[in-house]
Every structure is written in C-alpha cells, then in structure tokens.
C-alpha cells in the first residue's frame, strides 16, 4: 500500500507542474504587453522600459518560464494591482470559504446519490425507479445559476408565502463579529444553507444516475446469482454482496466529479455572492487583475489533481487489485 | 381510400394503417406550418426584402412543407409502410440501432424537442410575434405599464425591464445558444477524434505527449479554463466557440484513444493488416467507423453541456456580445428584477433546461442503442 501510494503521489508532480505550465503558455499569449497593466497610458517609454527590466520581461522565454516557474511553486503568485495587496493574501482568504462550501456539498450529494441509485437499481423497471430517473436527469440538466435563482425565489424571496427565509449573500451576517462563539456558528450555518442545497442537488443527479448504473451491473454477476441461490435474504445479497461491490466504482466517480463541483461552485459563488475563490476570480476578471486570475486558475488546477490523487488513494484502499497493478 | 388523397394532406394515411407517430408528426408539421404562414402572410410576403435570417426562415418553412410532402408522398408508394429489412452490411449497425432508438419513448421525446427547438430558431421571424428589439414602452406614444409587464395574451412570457417581449427575444436568442453548442462540439469532435485515433494506433511517444497534454487540460474544472481564456482573449463569438471547443476535445480523444487500442487488437484489424493494407487505410477506413457509436453518444451528451457552460458563461457577463443575447445574457440581465418580475430570469433558463435536457435524453437513448454492452445488460 505505502509503495502504491508513493508512486501515485510521485505521478502527482509532473502534473502540478503542467497545470503550471499550461498557465504560463495562456500568459505568454495574451495579447499586449504585460507591463502596461500596471502603468497609467502615456507614460514615457524610458520608464516603461524600466520596468519591463525590473519585471524581467526582457529576458529569454526560457529564463522566464523558469523564474516563473520557481516563484508559482512557491506560493508566489505576484502583486494585486486591484486588491493593493499580495496575491498570495487574497487567495488564500478566499480558498477555505470555497473548500467549504465544495466539501459539504459533495459529502451530502453522495450520501443521497448513492441511497439514491441503489434503490433504483433495487427496484429497476417500476414506477420508483421511472420517477426517480427523471427526477435525477432534471438535476443533471438544470444550470445551476438557474436553480440557485430559483430557490432564492422559493426560499428567501417567499413568492409563494413559504415559512422559510434565509440569508441569499454573503458567508456572514454583518457585524457577525459582535456576536457570541455559538450565534456566529449559527449565522455562517445559516449563510450555507442555500449554497450548499443547490450545489448538492446539481451534484446528486450525476451521481445517483452512475450509482445506478453501476450497481446494475453488479446485480447481473454470478456470484449474485450464487448468494441469491444460496436462499440468502434479498436485503443481504443487495447490502452485503451487491454494494460492496458497486461502491467501487464510484470512488472513481469522486475524482471525476471533483473539476464537476468546482465549475458549479464558481457560479453558485457568484450568485450567493460566497466569498470564495470563484467570485473572487470573476471579481479580478472584470477588474482586469491578470495575476489574481492566473493564480486562481493555477490553484483550481492543483485542487482538481490533489482531488484525483485522493481519489486514486482510497481506490487502492477498497480495492486490493488495484494495488497490485503497476502504473 | 382513394389513390390521389394521400398526395393533399402528408401523414393522413400514415395516420390510417395506424402508423400513429410518422402521419400524427407529418400532419400537425404540415397543418402547424401552413397555418403559421397564414396567420402572419404579411410577414412572409416581407422575407425576400429582409436580412439573412428573414430569407433563412423562408427557405426553412418551404424546405420542410416540401420535404415533409414528399416525404410522405414517396412512403406510401415507394416503401408501402414496410421498414428496410434488406439493408444489412456496413450500414447494418445504424439501422438496428435506429430500430432500438425509436422504440425508447423517452429518447424519441427528446428527440423530437431538439428538432422542434432548432426549427423554432430558424422560424423565429415568423413564430415572434414582436420583433426582439421592439422596445414597446420607450417608442413613441409607447405604454410604459408595458416595462416589466407579467405574462399576458399578448405578451406570453411577459415584457422586461425595457419593456421587450421576452418570448420573441428567446427565440431570436436560441441562435447564439444553440449553435455555438453545434460549432464547438463539431470542432472538438474534428481535433479529439483525429488525436485519439493517433494516440491510440501508433503509440509510443506520440500516444504518451497528447495524453499528458490531455491530462493537463483535463486537470482544470472547464469552467475555470473558459474563464481565464476568455479573460485573458476578451469575449467574441470565435474565441468562446473556440474556448468550448479547448475544454471538450481532452473527453473525445480520451474515449477514442481507448476505442482504438481495444479494437487494434480484435481479428478483424490484424485481418486487415495481413491483406497488406496501409496503417491509415486501416485505421480510418477499419478501426475508427467502428469507433464512432460512443463517440457520437458523448458528442450528443456533450452539446447539452457545452450549452450549459455557454449559458454559465454569459451570465457571468462573459459570453457572446450581441444586438439580441443568449439565453445566458437574459438570465443575467433579469437576475436584478427578479423580485419584481419572475418571468424575465425564469423563461429563458426553462428554455436552457429543455434543451439540455432533451439532449440528454437523446445521448441516453442512443448509448442504449449504439452500445452493444449495455444493450445486453438492459435486455437481461
């Protein structure tokens, strides 16, 4: 086990390393210099070429890359002109806020994906597993900005008089500092709540769909025939036998869905105005702050590798055969 | 029944041997139409002095009446209602898929909302009834009750906030959601399919640089990417066609590769080899067409995405700038009244999960259909 772990975690690298590149490339390709970002138009062009020195524009596209490179893997990701701050600061105000909300939502989407598609696979062909399907496939198909919209609509607007309010921006109430340890716990679970419901129902369609699928395919096996043979209880050979094998699969399901949650997590950002890095990407976008955007697209990267080698991890840990192979 | 009534109304004697779906599809097509270019013949009779899209509509409208007659007219002489059971060989997989495909109620459903959506979009001068830059309240002796107007008789979906009608302005917008999901998945198809095929036959060297160049796109979340592109290359229709297209090809060739390296194997291509035949005689002409049913499933699948990454796009202001948006754009524009007016935001991202979701339906039907393996484990 440690030794497929060094390896996967070694295969790691040279990705992380790629993300980075891959942002580099999309820098050098912008169009325009790169030194007038940070300049007011009409400066003379002593000074611009001043700073394109001190910025070391002028050097060789390898030596950049390569200081470009050192500087990324180390955290330094360049002065905000917008935020008057550095990169490094705001981005990692803002990662925890998104690791927050993108963890929850992806723990309660599997936990009801995977109820979910069992009982579908269970009861395949009737009437429960029809509605369900659809119900799965509208969530799978719904742009999650629209639903978000929707259920402000429903929840926190009260169109329809419902009993339920709850805050639709921001990750705390203001002036949420004044208040006791418990009542701010309260007010940023409070904040979650509709972020996180529309993230997880974006998310459990997806889900539910593979989990069904997968464990379709296992009730088809041999030794489900067997243990049904055997006179074993229905709810044993589908617990005991069928799960532990269609679970498998989905471990998988995890790193794939991982890039899945953070694209929906950007835009639900947005919309609930959640302080995190997606908004925070959008805000520097509109403000043409390069770094701020470049830096987050790198750390979106390495979130979505670590997220995959986490998921390669534990596919070890439930299957033993994977382990055995080389690669 | 007389021979010459099948020829005055398509689909009527379809509709008489109880083929149910072809006559009922063929009639309501032919009557809907016939019957939309009378209640707007001013409309019509103006299309040959309009722009490109008028004379689009035009030839739309008379493509399908015509088709649809002939269509029919040449069923029930030529084909007498019998399927084409004799057509086995090279073409033999699409027909026995068709024949799964169109007994999927579902995916025929989504189907039939596609075309029906792709047809509104060319009709869209005909079906709107208010052009979609009409700005009825700030015209001249305008209603300015009209602004933000709730769905009404004349106004369906209601008016927004400069007081256009939103239905007309959805049609007209299907143009930029609905062919940029076209164009970008078409252009993926072209440079996934082509690099996976490389991949996956030669190997080596060149198999392992694609895939890890694969690998590296497909380590950002797809939204991520198309943000920091757009940002960095500013919007236009190009580069968000070409943007989609960047974040789609990495899944095709990824699929492909491993097509090809399954097949490169099986007795026919070694067959094939042995007859002496060039690697790219076999690749493209063996090896790849029996690649292409999950191709074409993911393909279809991933149009409904790409339209949801577009629509995700523009609303965050970033997609296509144009006289009449996206779908997206009129989400984003209608979020700031959406507590005095539902109907802006809430129409057109109905009509965005429509879309997606027939096309959804459609991919589930045809890897039903296309996919031998899970045929068999369907049919079990």
């Given amino acids: 086990m440690l030794s497929f772990a060094l390896r996967r975690m070694l295969a790691a690298v040279p990705l992380i390393l790629g993300v980075a590149t891959l942002v580099f490339i999309a820098l050098s390709l912008v169009p325009g210099d790169p030194a007038l970002i940070y300049l007011r138009p009409g400066v003379s062009p002593e000074v611009l ?71 579908q696979a269970v009861k395949r062909g009737s009437l429960l597993d029809s509605v369900l399907s659809g119900v799965t496939l509208f969530f799978y198909s719904i742009p999650s900005f629209w639903l978000a919209l929707m259920l402000i609509l429903i929840f926190s607007l009260g169109i329809w008089g419902g009993p339920f309010s709850f805050p639709v921006s921001g990750s705390t109430s203001p002036g949420a500092a004044l208040l006791s340890p418990w009542d701010q716990l309260t007010d940023r679970l409070h904040h979650l709540v509709l972020p996180t419901l529309t993230l997880t129902l974006i998310l459990t369609g997806g889900v539910a769909r593979y989990v069904r699928t997968s464990m379709l395919e296992v009730i088809q096996q041999d030794y489900i025939r067997t243990a049904r043979a055997k006179g074993l209880p229905e709810s044993k050979v589908i617990l005991k036998h069928g799960l532990r094998n269609g679970l498998i699969p989905v471990v998988t399901l995890f790193g794939v869905y991982f890039p899945f949650l953070l694209s929906g997590a950007v835009l639900i950002e947005v919309v609930f105005a959640w302080p995190g890095m997606g908004r925070l990407m959008l805000e520097a976008i509109h ?41 | ?121 060319l009709l869209a001068p005909f079906l709107a009834p208010f052009e979609p830059e009409a700005r009825g309240a700030f015209e001249v002796g305008g209603d300015m009750a009209l602004r933000l107007a709730a769905p009404s008789s004349t106004h369906l979906m209601g008016t927004d906030q400069y007081s256009q009608d939103v239905l007309s302005r959805i049609l007209y917008g299907a143009r930029i959601s609905l062919t940029v999901g076209l164009l970008a998945v078409g252009l993926s198809l072209t440079i996934g399919v082509f690099l996976g095929a490389i991949a996956g036959y030669l190997g080596g060297r060149i198999d392992t640089s694609i895939m890890r160049f694969v690998d590296m796109v497909m380590a950002f979340p797809r939204l991520v990417l198309l943000l920091a592109i757009v940002a960095l290359f ?110 802006v935001a809430a129409f057109p991202g109905l009509a965005i999960v429509l879309v997606v979701l027939a096309f959804n339906l459609v991919g589930d039907g045809l890897r039903d259909a296309l996919d031998p393996r899970q045929r068999e484990g369907r049919s079990q």
């Fill in chain 1, 287 to 327: 403000s043409r702050d390069y770094p701020v955007v470049l830096a987050g697209t790198f750390l979106f990267g390495v979130m979505v590798v670590l997220g995959n080698l986490l998921a390669d991890l534990l596919y070890g840990v439930v299957d033993p055969r994977i382990r055995e192979r080389r690669g």
């Fill in chain 1, 49 to 119: 070429e001043r700073i394109r020195e001190t910025m070391g524009l002028d050097d060789p596209l390898g030596i950049r890359y390569g200081k470009w490179l050192w500087a990324f893997l180390h955290g330094d990701f360049g002065y905000s002109h917008f935020y008057q701050m550095p990169v490094r600061a705001r981005v990692l105000a803002a990662l925890p806020n998104t690791l927050l909300l993108a963890s929850g939502a992806l723990f309660l989407s599997f936990l009801i994906g995977v109820l979910v598609g069992v009982l």
């Fill in chain 2, 1 to 121: 029944m007389g021979s010459r009534v099948r020829f005055v109304l398509p689909g009527l004697p379809h509709l008489f041997r109880g083929r149910v779906l072809e006559g009922g599809v063929a009639l309501f097509l032919w009557l809907g139409l016939l019957a939309l270019s009378g209640l707007r013949m001013d409309r019509v009779l103006q299309a040959p002095s309009g722009d490109i899209g008028d004379w689009v509509a035009l030839l739309t409208l008379l493509g399908v009446l015509a088709g649809v007659w002939i269509w029919s007219a040449k069923d029930e002489v030529g084909g007498g209602g019998g399927a084409p059971g004799g057509s086995v060989g090279s073409r033999g997989v699409s027909v026995e898929g068709w024949r799964v495909f169109r007994k999927d109620p579902m995916a025929m459903a989504g189907l039939g909302i596609v075309l029906a959506f792709y047809l509104a979009m």
């Fill in chain 2, 234 to 343: 500013q919007p236009s229709i190009l580069v968000i066609v070409l943007a989609l297209a960047f974040t789609q090809w990495p899944f095709t060739t990824r699929m492909v590769r491993g097509e090809i390296l399954a097949l490169k194997g099986r007795e026919f291509s070694e067959a094939a080899h042995a007859l002496g035949f060039s690697r790219r005689r076999i690749l493209f002409m063996h090896l790849l067409p029996n690649a292409m049913g999950p191709v074409i499933v993911v393909a279809t699948l991933g149009i409904g995405n790409i339209i949801l990454l577009e629509a995700g796009l523009s609303f965050l202001g970033l997609g296509v700038r144009a006289s009449t948006p996206s779908w997206g754009f009129m989400l984003f524009e209608g979020w700031d009244y959406m507590m005095d007016a539902w109907w």
